[in-house]
């Protein structure tokens, strides 16, 4: 046994007992990053444990006296989560995002003083001007590891694209070759590995693993109406083993859950990245990991990488846009269960919400060019208030437009402010079409699921390209049924009630609006404020 093999071996028992042994595939990991300096994509399942892989690699590449490592991670509640496993081996591991701010001139200075060993980031803090030009110098040995949490969000293929992860490519490129890089994900099928190693470079390993997950109970139910669905949660959640979460597509579902599992007694908080002030995410994601809660009625928010081993339950009150999605999401529970049960709850209102999602995933060309015609037209740099003066676009479609032009190369920023470089652009109409498309397939295919009379598992491992997927034997279909699909009638009429007195609340506008129609900038007086309205009906109450 090499001296890095031994040292991994003993810092994984330190972290995990003394009778733990590596799964397969993780110490050829540690040792290709610490011994090769090689730069590796893992493709493995979740809870397979890839956390547990770079930080042993990073405590070793820190105990021979190189640089931390940065690890690019792309949720808030994923960030905590790995913060708190590394400190389980003794890593300084410190992060860097809009929950820290205050933090963030005590961060450089032990980045100065080589006090971190690892610091996470979000891809967005790339492109930070003041990570560029204060953070980044602070780190005074360079870079030791750097790690790529999610690596399929590199890929437009990616259920979960992210345009600031094209910045990493960039990043990668520049690194020195002695500098290893550590890329993991759980939901790469063969196109997004394809693209994340035509991107990062040839030098890429892959090291991909079986993906089923044995301790899984899936099961798929058609409920059209959202008050049968509710009536079902209503009546199964309790008897569901320990506590779980209930994704839901949009966040007004999340709070609407939620807010009807309380109604019948169920301990349950909603969970979103809207959530109302004084409201924090972190506190609910604490009571859910000490089992306080039944369950956290979610969105995406809480998904990649969140780590609660013993999570008994993931539902899904509507159908995901996809396999890849889906198979992430469930991969939340079971994780050191013999059981855990995913069930998948199909609506009517599924196709609408995914169809959006599709539509509004690119920004448009006519919005595109639109809003690089206005930065060019400026006689400086220009910020987002100025533009949105000028472009016939919502603050959030024009942001994401900038987005992407700054990822492109098109835009570039100076402070808040934005300017035309000198690259030329030209939108790539025939990318967002091919990515487009590839959405729809994707979306066919989990309509497929819902209604497969074969293994719900296997189904999931072949769309993720998975060359050992095979019947699992403990699915709904496997086992000729699984959880009871019946409703209580009783219980339904209460949910159709429930719902024809949820009405979403409209909340005020508090700033004037950036058009300077009425001569006035800033906030709006309260006594000027308009009252706080209701919705008292929304599309689709025709059928609940």
Same mark, same amino acid.
């Given at each position: 046994?090499?001296?890095?093999?031994?040292?991994?071996?003993?810092?994984?028992?330190?972290?995990?007992?003394?009778?733990?042994?590596?799964?397969?595939?993780?110490?050829?990991?540690?040792?290709?990053?610490?011994?090769?300096?090689?730069?590796?994509?893992?493709?493995?399942?979740?809870?397979?444990?890839?956390?547990?892989?770079?930080?042993?690699?990073?405590?070793?590449?820190?105990?021979?006296?190189?640089?931390?490592?940065?690890?690019?991670?792309?949720?808030?509640?994923?960030?905590?989560?790995?913060?708190?496993?590394?400190?389980?081996?003794?890593?300084?591991?410190?992060?860097?995002?809009?929950?820290?701010?205050?933090?963030?001139?005590?961060?450089?200075?032990?980045?100065? /003083?080589?006090?971190? !060993?690892? +610091?996470? $980031? #979000?891809?967005?803090? =790339?492109?930070? *001007?003041?990570?560029?030009?204060?953070? @980044?110098?602070?780190?005074?040995?360079?870079?030791?590891?750097?790690?790529?949490?999610?690596?399929?969000?590199?890929?437009?293929?990616?259920?979960?694209?992210?345009?600031?992860?094209?910045?990493?490519?960039?990043?990668?490129?520049?690194?020195?070759?002695?500098?290893?890089?550590?890329?993991?994900?759980?939901?790469?099928?063969?196109?997004?590995?394809?693209?994340?190693? /035509?991107?990062?470079? !040839?030098? +890429?390993? $892959? #090291?991909?693993?079986? =993906?089923?997950? *044995?301790?899984?109970?899936?099961?798929? @139910?058609?409920?059209?109406?959202?008050?049968?669905?509710?009536?079902?949660?209503?009546?199964?959640?309790?008897?569901?083993?320990?506590?779980?979460?209930?994704?839901?597509?949009?966040?007004?579902?999340?709070?609407?859950?939620?807010?009807?599992?309380?109604?019948?007694?169920?301990?349950?908080?909603?969970?979103?990245?809207?959530?109302?002030?004084?409201?924090?995410?972190? /506190?609910?994601?604490?009571?859910? +990991?000490?089992?306080?809660?039944?369950? =956290?009625?979610?969105?995406?928010?809480?998904?990649?990488?969140?780590?609660?081993?013993?999570?008994?339950?993931?539902?899904?009150?509507?159908?995901?846009?996809?396999?890849?999605?889906?198979?992430?999401?469930?991969?939340?529970?079971?994780?050191?269960?013999?059981?855990?049960?995913?069930?998948?709850?199909?609506?009517?209102?599924?196709?609408?919400?995914?169809?959006?999602?599709?539509?509004?995933?690119?920004?448009?060309?006519?919005?595109?060019?639109?809003?690089?015609?206005?930065?060019?037209?400026?006689?400086?740099?220009?910020?987002?208030?100025?533009?949105?003066?000028?472009?016939?676009?919502?603050?959030?479609?024009?942001?994401?437009?900038?987005?992407?032009?700054?990822?492109?190369?098109?835009?570039?920023?100076?402070?808040?402010?934005?300017?035309?470089?000198?690259?030329?652009?030209?939108?790539?109409?025939?990318?967002?079409?091919?990515?487009?498309?590839?959405?729809?397939?994707?979306?066919?295919?989990?309509?497929?699921?819902?209604?497969?009379?074969?293994?719900?598992?296997?189904?999931?491992?072949?769309?993720?390209?998975?060359?050992?997927?095979?019947?699992?034997?403990?699915?709904?279909?496997?086992?000729?049924?699984?959880?009871?699909?019946?409703?209580?009638?009783?219980?339904?009429?209460?949910?159709?009630?429930?719902?024809?007195?949820?009405?979403?609340?409209?909340?005020?506008?508090?700033?004037?609006?950036?058009?300077?129609?009425?001569?006035?900038?800033?906030?709006?007086?309260?006594?000027?404020?308009?009252?706080?309205?209701?919705?008292?009906?929304?599309?689709?109450?025709?059928?609940?």
């Amino acid at each position: 046994m090499t001296a890095t093999a031994s040292r991994a071996d003993e810092l994984l028992r330190a972290m995990l007992g003394p009778n733990v042994r590596f799964r397969d595939g993780q110490l050829e990991a540690i040792l290709a990053t610490v011994d090769e300096r090689a730069r590796t994509l893992l493709v493995q399942r979740t809870g397979w444990g890839k956390s547990l892989v770079y930080f042993i690699a990073t405590k070793i590449i820190r105990e021979q006296g190189l640089g931390p490592a940065l690890l690019i991670s792309p949720l808030l509640s994923l960030m905590r989560n790995q913060v708190e496993g590394a400190e389980r081996i003794g890593i300084r591991a410190a992060r860097m995002d809009s929950d820290t701010v205050d933090a963030w001139d005590a961060i450089e200075s032990r980045l100065a /003083a080589d006090e971190i !060993d690892v +610091l996470l $980031v #979000s891809p967005e803090r =790339l492109a930070n *001007d003041r990570f560029q030009t204060r953070t @980044i110098p602070q780190i005074r040995l360079g870079l030791g590891l750097l790690v790529v949490d999610e690596a399929h969000c590199i890929s437009d293929w990616g259920h979960d694209f992210r345009p600031d992860y094209r910045r990493l490519v960039r990043i990668v490129q520049g690194l020195p070759a002695n500098v290893p890089m550590l890329a993991t994900t759980a939901t790469a099928n063969n196109r997004v590995v394809a693209d994340v190693q /035509a991107q990062i470079g !040839d030098a +890429l390993r $892959v #090291s991909r693993g079986p =993906l089923t997950r *044995d301790s899984l109970r899936l099961q798929a @139910i058609r409920l059209p109406g959202q008050a049968s669905r509710l009536a079902w949660l209503a009546q199964h959640l309790p008897g569901l083993p320990g506590s779980g979460i209930v994704y839901c597509l949009t966040t007004a579902d999340c709070d609407r859950v939620a807010a009807w599992l309380r109604h019948n007694g169920i301990d349950a908080a909603a969970y979103h990245a809207q959530m109302p002030q004084g409201m924090s995410r972190e /506190a609910l994601e604490q009571r859910l +990991l000490k089992n306080e809660v039944k369950a =956290l009625v979610a969105s995406v928010a809480l998904g990649m990488g969140f780590d609660k081993p013993d999570l008994g339950f993931v539902v899904h009150y509507q159908r995901p846009g996809s396999l890849i999605a889906y198979y992430q999401q469930i991969g939340r529970a079971g994780r050191s269960v013999p059981e855990a049960y995913a069930v998948l709850l199909s609506g009517r209102e599924d196709d609408e919400i995914q169809e959006y999602f599709i539509r509004h995933a690119f920004p448009g060309v006519e919005a595109l060019t639109s809003v690089l015609g206005a930065v060019e037209a400026a006689d400086t740099a220009i910020s987002t208030a100025q533009l949105e003066r000028k472009v016939n676009l919502r603050r959030g479609k024009l942001e994401q437009c900038l987005k992407f032009l700054e990822v492109d190369g098109a835009v570039a920023r100076e402070g808040s402010k934005y300017f035309r470089t000198a690259n030329p652009w030209n939108p790539d109409v025939t990318r967002f079409e091919r990515v487009t498309a590839t959405r729809h397939e994707e979306l066919a295919a989990i309509q497929a699921f819902v209604d497969s009379r074969s293994c719900l598992m296997e189904f999931v491992a072949q769309a993720l390209d998975d060359p050992h997927a095979r019947p699992c034997g403990h699915c709904a279909v496997c086992r000729h049924g699984l959880l009871a699909v019946d409703i209580d009638q009783a219980i339904a009429q209460r949910a159709v009630e429930f719902l024809r007195r949820s009405h979403r609340v409209i909340e005020p506008r508090v700033r004037w609006g950036s058009t300077g129609l009425v001569g006035r900038t800033g906030n709006i007086a309260a006594e000027l404020r308009a009252s706080t309205g209701q919705a008292l009906c929304m599309w689709g109450d025709a059928g609940w």
